[in-house]
């Protein structure tokens, strides 16, 4: 069973830069395209970035378009979502899993943008 590892969060001021990885075990990471989703308080969980298997990345989400990329490194079986410029919007539960989400969702990473 494929589980994933989020990591990288925390209580940061605006304006500063988050790098999250996410570690996926098992042996088809590197076959499956894979995203970031997250969900604020109150709020569905939301798509925020995917990235096909061979690392063309989209940015899904309106709000974190030229902020946020994501990557990924196949050797490592970890996708990444470099956060720049960080509003107290994104202050949310950030989740990778499959695009489409197809495997158990992981912990999550708490990210907490603030002054």
């Known amino acids: 069973q494929v589980q994933l590892v989020e990591s990288g969060g925390g209580l940061v001021q605006p304006g500063r830069s988050l790098r999250l990885p996410c570690v996926a075990s098992g042996s088809t990471f590197r076959f499956n395209a894979m995203a970031w989703y997250r969900q604020a308080p109150g709020k569905e969980r939301e798509l925020v970035a995917t990235?096909?298997?061979?690392?063309?990345?989209?940015i899904n989400a309106d709000s974190v378009k030229g902020r946020f990329t994501i990557s990924r490194d196949n050797a490592k079986n970890t996708v990444y979502l470099q956060m720049n410029s960080l509003r107290p919007e994104d202050t949310a539960v950030y989740y990778c899993?499959?695009?489409?989400?197809?495997?158990?969702w992981g912990q999550g990473t708490q990210v907490t943008v603030s002054s």
């Open positions: 899993n499959n695009f489409p989400a197809g495997i158990a």
């Open positions: 990235i096909s298997s061979r690392g063309i990345g989209i």
